[in-house]
């Protein structure tokens, strides 16, 4: 598994690290920890240039001192987080990055060069130095990487205490991916999944869209929603038994964001899972505004789970 984690220093940062302990990955995995300094460099072509500084204007060459020494604070950014998830995971192999680029931008494209599995970051960072977490830059993050996103927050119990996972389920492929993924992962002996649907009702009008999972609906002679949802949430609910874990569910009426964050302010779990994409057309759980809203607004952890792209669709 290939683990991007963004890390600028603040609290923010170092509680969605220190939240990996509660996250379930495995004992041994490749993470990258970065930091990103917001400036410009010039290339190193430029710069090696002889002569090159006394030939910049005293302004520029002010700016380009600050900019060195913001990509100097970045680097001592990732070597301390690295070090310190170093500690946490032993057996992970563990490198620190800092580059000067645009932050949200800088993830992206190191989690589609590498490629990563998932990236993590805070939901709030530093705003003079590298402004990596929640806000635009994160959620631009969310919304853009080309993997599973990760937006961690403080830890609320110990690391061995066993978890709560609130899984988000619309039958989308991505929402299926989120529950493969939680029973994928290694947690506490103890920990509970609860499985969420809520039926939007624009899902009432979907039998003229027969897409994805509404065309299973569609196909297996349903006279209503309840009972196609009832019978994904079973088959969801069985995959996870089968990793060993606990299960309950919950279907509710109305709007999944709303209902998602008011179940996870009743039930307390240590994190969301949510598909990063959902039904285009039909009740849209989730992404865009809905995955996005959830990771900026949930007062714990929140997973989008996205599929890897084929290579067919990356031509595309």
Known sequence: MNILIAYDGSDWAASALDNLRR????????????????????????????GASALRPAAVER????????????????ENGAARLRQMFPHWEVQAEAVADSPAWAM???????????AVVGSHGHSSIS???????????????????????????????????????DGSTDADAAVTAVGARDWPAGSEIRLMTSIDAKILSAAQLPTDSVAKWIAE???????????????????LRISGLRVSSLIKQGDPKNSLLKEAETWDPDAIFVGARG??????????????????????????????????????
Do not use: N
């Not at 300094?37 to 240039?49: F, G, N």
């Not at 002679?221 to 069985?238: K, L, N, T």
């Open 23 to 50: 996250a379930g990955l495995p004992p041994k995995a490749r993470a990258i920890v970065i930091s990103v300094a917001d400036v410009w460099l010039p290339p190193p072509e430029m710069d090696s240039k002889e």
């Open 63 to 78: 700016a380009y001192v600050q900019a060195a020494q913001a990509l100097a604070a970045a680097r001592e950014f990732s």
């Open 108 to 118: 992206i494209k190191r989690a589609t060069e590498w490629p990563a599995d998932l």
């Open 131 to 169: 402004r990596l977490m929640l806000g635009s830059v994160s959620q631009k993050v969310v919304v853009e990487a080309p993997c599973s996103v990760r937006v961690g927050r403080k830890d609320r119990r110990p690391a061995d205490a066993p978890a709560r996972i609130l899984v988000g389920l």
């Open 221 to 239: 002679g349903d006279e209503d929603a309840s009972s196609w949802v009832s019978r994904m949430i079973a088959r969801s609910a069985e995959k």
């Open 279 to 316: 039904h285009r057309l039909v009740d849209r759980l989730l992404l865009g505004s809905v995955s996005a809203s959830i990771a900026a607004r949930a007062h714990c952890s929140v997973e989008i789970v996205r599929e890897r792209a084929t290579e067919s669709e990356h031509s595309a």
